[in-house]
């Protein structure tokens, strides 16, 4: 702003600056009284000093040289003037080009675009020379230590930089790889794992201290935990064309367990089931909401009866307590002793009569024995067939597998027409579970974080 | 004591270290003691073997995955693929190797127990490949199981094999090891929901390993190059053209192993394959029984190594192809298949030498005439039955005679079908043209005989005594009645003693006199030990009838039916 104004009032301090009002004289416009300043501050000099007609200049020279390529003034007459005679061709030209409409618009499509145009670089001042690109800053030096490498490889050595990467150990990428390649790779080798001695590999003191060496498994881990085969082959009713009785027996046993099932569930809904002459009628429902309503004065009486019975007997209870005299507590020490001693007697003549009794002990001592011998073969066949049986080892019990069996009539005719019955997957699971390699489990069920919320489709709810 | 398994690894974690250690729950004696008072069912592990669990050198490894699952999972929520491969990279991995030598230090441990990781291959070498489970893991499993069934060819060790409507059950004897194993049949998996996948995962994983293992020492026992390679100089060599049609290169490797056809190349060149006889040693009396059936027996195996040594087998193609040329192969025969089926075919149908080609169709089309065209089933029972089964019941379109399991072994006085006494007469090497009935007929009145023999041994004496005394009477009465005696000699005869007869009648008074001399309580063991044999005799003889009658039934309404 203040620029504008101090450009303002140079203009019009300037002599022949004609003003648009005619009453006012130019030098009435620039108030009368100058201004004075100092002048021996840079800052007034550069505020106060009249510096327009010199930039002025040198704005018209800097226009003439970006238009005209120089000053005006420098060039010939022959560059800048012409002579003029007339538009004698033009005419013609036009006739000319007329009848042939399609170099017309040619013409007019290959112009250049206004938007081209304007951003086209007009100045005919040459752009100011890169030096950089001439020159190359430190050449010399560079040339110098290049020539300097040069005589050093030529007469054979190498420089420190690349005698480090030389010296440098080559990490082997695919020894690492083999070494951790995974177990289940198809193309995995294996070798006589129990042929070798295993390698040793320091002082059995160090290995342990350092957690190499393995921790002894322990005997017992290695005992199966059941007796059974790993493989229980079918029965021969199993088979795809099987024996006529054989089938009947695996289809007979096949029948026994479903009956198993059912009766299983029959008692369940027996258990589960209600006497229907139990369910409420009106009458009930009356009885039991006038229940103690009718005949509470009764039942009353009833309850005081006894309660004063009970009042009588602790009463009774305490007032017996009562002193012995001297004589009751001789007679009755006299009465102890004497029966000490007929207890004695008695088991003298008993242990005398057991002399004659000898017979009937032994036999007695051989039943007891005979019974415990009895009862611990029980206990041991018990235990035996324990051991084929799966235990309980989870939350579930073990559930035997269906028996796979095919109905006569679904017994194919060859092994072309045969369809399995049932899974091998199911089976080896089954077996792991029976042989108490694994416990019984429910299958992981699906746990949905959030709740699932069922909206109808706006497009769907304008038709329903 | 036993724990719960609380850790402070995660429970998923922790039940797959104890799926590879062999650590199995425990029931406790007294539940109340362990569970804080309470009697809930829990699963226990007693506290040993947890803490022995805990210095498995993978119990880091495990958490060192665990670290990387959660990278993983940080480097994709940021969505940084550069940092998801970065994490990728270094995926921690683990072998089992050393828990292998640690569950079995000894290779015949490992083999004892090799039964439930060849079922366990051969389930999960049939999976689809739709990520039930790793892709890795079915092709490893895979593998190893084209290579155990090499080995078995190799050895000739397959001994009984068994169609059931689950799958087949194959066993064979490795090193005095009987081994079973079950083989599902091909695309017949529905995939059962109520399977815990992940626990049968961590169990492959470990019997893959344990597999590998074996085969390898069983393949160097053998002199077998391992992994297993084809032999290249076999006269049985599958054709090189059509390979490329089959399979890539790094492909056709494994499936040219698993077609069965070509034998394997050996370390040292099976130019003179001994035959290793039995030794011989110095013994007596009831030693020599035995050994002698063990030599028997071991006679037989060696007839039955060689069963189809020579035959000469062609499959059509709706037969299950790996399953008969397994066994073709166990047993000593060449096999080939059309060359569209599977590669590795030696020959093709038009081959003259073919003697037997096994279909499974009603009808063909173009039949040779110096072929039999059996049904599949025929093979499976040859391989039973350890001999060459009659072929007549088992052409193109006949009923067949029931397949019978061959790991059934009847006892004395067991019901035995038929079927199988007719097999084994075949075995005894009588001829075919015996009537079923006739030999069955002659089993039951064995039987009978032997019961007559067994409870009533010495009522025979007492008739005899009684005829004698009848005699006597008679001459008495005789003398009594005519008083005119008519005294004769005649010349005495020979009584002829049967030397047999003498023999087995000395038996049974020693065995009446050992029965007289038990103790009372012994004896009441043997009456009721004699008691039960006898039930099961009547009962197989109630079957018995029971199947003639059947039999005699169907006989009527097919010849009604022809009329």
Same mark, same amino acid.
């Given at each position: 702003?203040?620029?504008?104004?101090?450009?303002?009032?140079?203009?019009?301090?300037?002599?022949?600056?004609?003003?648009?009002?005619?009453?006012?004289?130019?030098?009435?416009?620039?108030?009368?009284?100058?201004?004075?300043?100092?002048?021996?501050?840079?800052?007034?000099?550069?505020?106060?000093?009249?510096?327009?007609?010199?930039?002025?200049?040198?704005?018209?020279?800097?226009?003439?040289?970006?238009?005209?390529? =120089?000053?005006?003034?420098?060039?010939?007459?022959?560059?800048?003037?012409?002579?003029?005679?007339?538009?004698?061709?033009?005419?013609?030209?036009?006739?000319?080009?007329?009848?042939?409409?399609?170099?017309?618009?040619?013409?007019?499509?290959?112009?250049?675009?206004?938007?081209?145009?304007?951003?086209?670089?007009?100045?005919?001042?040459?752009?100011?020379?890169?030096?950089?690109?001439?020159?190359?800053?430190?050449?010399?030096?560079?040339?110098?230590?290049?020539?300097?490498?040069?005589?050093? #490889?030529?007469?054979?050595?190498?420089?420190?930089?690349?005698?480090?990467?030389?010296?440098?150990?080559?990490?082997?990428?695919?020894?690492?790889?083999?070494?951790?390649? #995974?177990?289940?790779?198809?193309?995995?080798?294996?070798?006589?794992?129990?042929?070798?001695?295993?390698?040793?590999?320091?002082?059995?003191?160090?290995?342990?201290?350092?957690?190499?060496?393995?921790?002894?498994?322990?005997?017992?881990?290695?005992?199966?935990?059941?007796?059974?085969?790993?493989?229980?082959?079918?029965?021969? =009713?199993?088979?795809?064309?099987?024996?006529?009785?054989?089938?009947?027996?695996?289809?007979?046993?096949?029948?026994?367990?479903?009956?198993?099932?059912?009766?299983?569930?029959?008692?369940?809904?027996?258990?589960?089931?209600?006497?229907?002459?139990?369910?409420?009628?009106?009458?009930?429902?009356?009885?039991?909401?006038?229940? =103690?309503?009718?005949?509470?004065?009764?039942?009353?009486?009833?309850?005081?009866?006894?309660?004063?019975?009970?009042?009588?007997?602790?009463?009774?209870?305490?007032?017996?307590?009562?002193?012995?005299?001297?004589?009751?507590?001789?007679?009755?020490?006299?009465?102890?002793?004497?029966?000490?001693?007929?207890?004695?007697?008695?088991?003298?003549?008993?242990?005398?009569?057991?002399?004659?009794?000898?017979?009937?002990?032994?036999?007695?001592?051989?039943?007891?024995?005979?019974?415990?011998?009895?009862?611990?073969?029980?206990?041991?066949?018990?235990?035996?067939?324990?051991?084929?049986?799966?235990?309980?080892? =989870?939350?579930?019990?073990?559930?035997?597998?269906?028996?796979?069996?095919?109905?006569?009539?679904?017994?194919?005719?060859?092994?072309?027409?045969?369809?399995?019955?049932?899974?091998?997957?199911?089976?080896?699971?089954?077996?792991?579970?029976?042989?108490?390699?694994?416990?019984?489990?429910?299958?992981?069920?699906?746990?949905?974080?959030?709740?699932?919320?069922?909206?109808?489709?706006?497009?769907?709810?304008?038709?329903? | 004591?036993?724990?719960?398994?609380?850790?402070?690894?995660?429970?998923?974690?922790?039940?797959?270290?104890?799926?590879?250690?062999?650590?199995?729950?425990?029931?406790?004696?007294?539940?109340?003691?362990?569970?804080?008072?309470?009697? &809930?069912?829990?699963?226990?592990?007693?506290?040993?073997?947890?803490?022995?669990?805990?210095?498995?050198?993978?119990?880091?490894?495990?958490?060192?995955?665990?670290?990387?699952?959660?990278?993983?999972?940080?480097?994709?929520?940021?969505?940084? +693929?550069?940092?998801?491969?970065?994490?990728?990279?270094?995926?921690?991995?683990?072998?089992?190797?050393?828990?292998?030598?640690?569950?079995?230090?000894?290779?015949?441990?490992?083999?004892?127990?090799?039964?439930?990781?060849?079922?366990?291959?051969?389930?999960?070498?049939?999976?689809?490949?739709?990520?039930?489970?790793?892709?890795?893991?079915?092709?490893?499993?895979?593998?190893?199981?084209?290579? +155990?069934?090499?080995?078995?060819?190799?050895?000739?060790?397959?001994?009984?094999?068994?169609?059931?409507?689950?799958?087949?059950?194959?066993?064979?004897?490795?090193?005095?090891?009987?081994?079973? +194993?079950?083989?599902?049949?091909?695309?017949?998996?529905?995939?059962?929901?109520?399977?815990?996948?992940?626990?049968?995962?961590?169990?492959?994983?470990?019997?893959?390993?344990?597999?590998?293992?074996?085969?390898?020492?069983?393949? *160097?026992?053998?002199?077998?190059?391992?992994?297993?390679?084809?032999?290249?100089?076999?006269?049985?060599?599958?054709?090189?053209?059509?390979?490329?049609?089959?399979?890539?290169?790094?492909?056709?490797?494994?499936?040219?192993?698993?077609?069965?056809?070509?034998?394997?190349?050996?370390?040292?060149? *099976?130019?003179?394959?001994?035959?290793?006889?039995?030794?011989?040693?110095?013994?007596?009396?009831?030693?020599?029984?035995?050994?002698? &059936?063990?030599?028997?027996?071991?006679?037989?195996?060696?007839?039955?190594?060689?069963?189809?040594?020579?035959?000469?087998?062609?499959?059509?193609?709706?037969?299950?192809?790996?399953?008969? &040329?397994?066994?073709?192969?166990?047993?000593?025969?060449?096999?080939?298949?059309?060359?569209?089926?599977?590669?590795?075919?030696?020959?093709?149908?038009?081959?003259?030498?073919?003697?037997?080609?096994?279909?499974?169709?009603?009808?063909?089309?173009?039949?040779?005439?110096?072929?039999?065209?059996?049904?599949?089933?025929?093979?499976?029972?040859?391989?039973?039955?350890?001999?060459?089964?009659?072929?007549?019941?088992?052409?193109?379109?006949?009923?067949?005679?029931?397949?019978?399991?061959?790991?059934?072994?009847?006892?004395?006085?067991?019901?035995?079908?038929?079927?199988?006494?007719?097999?084994?007469?075949?075995?005894?090497?009588?001829?075919?043209?015996?009537?079923?009935?006739?030999?069955?007929?002659?089993?039951?009145?064995?039987?009978?005989?032997?019961?007559?023999?067994?409870?009533?041994?010495?009522?025979?004496?007492?008739?005899?005594?009684?005829?004698?005394?009848?005699?006597?009477?008679?001459?008495?009465?005789?003398?009594?009645?005519?008083?005119?005696?008519?005294?004769?000699?005649?010349?005495?005869?020979?009584?002829?003693?049967?030397? &047999?007869?003498?023999?087995?009648?000395?038996?049974?008074?020693?065995?009446?006199?050992?029965?007289?001399?038990?103790?009372?309580?012994?004896?009441?063991?043997?009456?009721?030990?004699?008691?039960?044999?006898?039930?099961?005799?009547?009962?197989?003889?109630?079957?018995?009838?029971?199947?003639?009658?059947?039999?005699?039934?169907?006989?009527?309404?097919?010849?009604?039916?022809?009329?």
């Amino acid at each position: 702003m203040a620029a504008a104004r101090r450009l303002k009032r140079v203009a019009i301090s300037q002599p022949g600056f004609l003003t648009l009002n005619p009453k006012v004289t130019p030098t009435d416009l620039v108030s009368s009284r100058r201004k004075r300043v100092n002048k021996n501050k840079k800052k007034n000099w550069n505020k106060y000093s009249d510096v327009q007609d010199v930039e002025e200049f040198l704005e018209d020279v800097r226009h003439q040289e970006r238009t005209t390529g =120089g000053l005006l003034c420098e060039k010939s007459d022959d560059s800048l003037f012409f002579l003029d005679v007339g538009q004698p061709k033009k005419v013609e030209e036009k006739e000319a080009a007329e009848p042939v409409k399609g170099k017309k618009r040619k013409g007019k499509s290959s112009r250049p675009l206004r938007i081209d145009l304007i951003l086209q670089h007009d100045s005919l001042v040459a752009p100011p020379k890169d030096v950089l690109a001439y020159q190359k800053p430190n050449a010399k030096k560079l040339r110098r230590t290049a020539e300097r490498a040069e005589k050093l #490889a030529a007469k054979g050595v190498v420089p420190r930089s690349k005698k480090r990467l030389l010296n440098r150990t080559v990490v082997d990428r695919t020894s690492k790889k083999t070494e951790t390649e #995974a177990n289940n790779n198809p193309e995995r080798d294996f070798y006589d794992i129990w042929g070798q001695e295993t390698k040793d590999l320091g002082e059995p003191w160090y290995l342990q201290q350092t957690r190499k060496k393995l921790v002894k498994r322990p005997e017992k881990l290695n005992e199966k935990p059941s007796v059974l085969p790993a493989v229980e082959v079918i029965a021969p =009713g199993g088979s795809y064309n099987p024996d006529f009785f054989s089938h009947q027996e695996l289809l007979r046993e096949a029948h026994e367990v479903e009956l198993k099932k059912k009766k299983v569930e029959d008692k369940l809904e027996r258990q589960l089931a209600y006497n229907k002459a139990d369910t409420a009628t009106e009458e009930t429902i009356l009885r039991e909401q006038v229940e =103690g309503l009718v005949e509470e004065s009764e039942e009353e009486e009833e309850k005081d009866a006894p309660k004063e019975d009970g009042e009588e007997v602790a009463v009774g209870a305490i007032a017996v307590a009562d002193k012995k005299t001297e004589r009751q507590r001789k007679r009755e020490k006299a009465e102890k002793i004497k029966e000490q001693q007929r207890l004695t007697e008695r088991r003298q003549t008993e242990q005398q009569q057991q002399l004659f009794q000898l017979r009937s002990i032994k036999t007695s001592i051989k039943q007891q024995e005979e019974t415990t011998q009895v009862r611990q073969k029980r206990r041991k066949a018990k235990e035996e067939a324990q051991k084929a049986q799966p235990r309980r080892l =989870g939350k579930l019990k073990f559930q035997p597998q269906d028996m796979e069996v095919q109905l006569s009539d679904e017994l194919a005719g060859s092994l072309r027409q045969l369809k399995p019955e049932g899974s091998v997957l199911m089976d080896r699971f089954k077996s792991l579970q029976k042989r108490n390699l694994i416990e019984p489990r429910e299958r992981a069920k699906f746990k949905r974080r959030l709740k699932v919320k069922y909206v109808e489709k706006r497009a769907f709810k304008e038709i329903s | 004591g036993a724990l719960l398994q609380t850790n402070n690894f995660s429970s998923l974690i922790f039940r797959r270290l104890c799926i590879l250690k062999g650590i199995y729950p425990h029931e406790p004696k007294h539940k109340k003691k362990v569970n804080k008072g309470s009697t &809930a069912p829990r699963t226990f592990y007693l506290l040993k073997d947890i803490r022995f669990l805990l210095h498995e050198p993978i119990v880091g490894k495990f958490r060192e995955y665990k670290i990387f699952v959660r990278k993983l999972k940080k480097a994709y929520g940021k969505t940084e +693929w550069s940092a998801v491969e970065r994490v990728r990279e270094n995926k921690p991995t683990y072998k089992l190797d050393h828990i292998i030598k640690e569950r079995y230090p000894t290779f015949i441990d490992a083999l004892r127990d090799i039964d439930d990781a060849l079922c366990m291959c051969f389930l999960f070498s049939t999976f689809a490949r739709t990520g039930k489970c790793h892709v890795q893991t079915i092709q490893l499993c895979r593998r190893l199981t084209v290579e +155990w069934m090499n080995y078995v060819i190799a050895s000739r060790s397959l001994r009984k094999v068994f169609l059931s409507i689950k799958g087949i059950y194959y066993q064979a004897e490795v090193m005095g090891q009987l081994i079973t +194993w079950v083989v599902p049949y091909q695309f017949s998996h529905d995939h059962p929901v109520d399977v815990d996948y992940r626990v049968m995962a961590t169990f492959t994983e470990l019997y893959t390993t344990l597999l590998g293992f074996v085969s390898f020492r069983l393949y *160097s026992s053998l002199n077998l190059v391992y992994p297993p390679k084809l032999d290249s100089n076999g006269e049985s060599e599958p054709k090189e053209e059509s390979e490329d049609d089959y399979a890539m290169n790094s492909e056709s490797y494994l499936e040219k192993l698993s077609a069965l056809s070509a034998s394997l190349a050996r370390v040292v060149s *099976s130019a003179d394959e001994e035959e290793a006889q039995p030794d011989q040693f110095p013994s007596e009396g009831e030693d020599m029984e035995k050994m002698e &059936a063990r030599e028997k027996e071991l006679k037989q195996q060696e007839a039955q190594k060689k069963l189809f040594e020579g035959l000469k087998f062609y499959l059509n193609r709706e037969v299950p192809r790996e399953s008969l &040329a397994f066994v073709i192969r166990c047993f000593g025969g060449q096999v080939s298949w059309d060359k569209s089926v599977c590669i590795g075919s030696t020959y093709d149908v038009t081959d003259e030498t073919i003697t037997h080609q096994i279909i499974d169709r009603p009808s063909v089309g173009k039949q040779y005439i110096n072929r039999y065209y059996i049904q599949p089933q025929w093979l499976y029972d040859c391989v039973n039955a350890k001999i060459l089964l009659p072929v007549e019941d088992y052409f193109l379109g006949v009923t067949l005679p029931p397949h019978l399991s061959p790991f059934v072994e009847e006892k004395e006085g067991d019901y035995v079908p038929p079927e199988k006494l007719k097999m084994m007469a075949l075995q005894r090497g009588e001829k075919p043209g015996v009537d079923e009935e006739e030999e069955e007929e002659e089993g039951e009145q064995e039987e009978e005989e032997e019961q007559e023999e067994d409870d009533n041994g010495d009522e025979e004496d007492d008739e005899e005594e009684v005829a004698e005394e009848k005699n006597l009477k008679k001459m008495e009465e005789q003398r009594s009645q005519g008083k005119s005696l008519h005294v004769k000699v005649t010349p005495g005869k020979l009584k002829v003693e049967n030397k &047999a007869r003498l023999e087995q009648e000395e038996k049974a008074e020693e065995k009446r006199l050992a029965i007289m001399m038990m103790k009372k309580k012994e004896k009441y063991l043997y009456d009721k030990i004699m008691f039960g044999k006898k039930r099961k005799v009547r009962e197989a003889n109630k079957l018995a009838a029971k199947r003639k009658a059947h039999d005699d039934s169907e006989k009527a309404k097919k010849k009604k039916a022809r009329k």
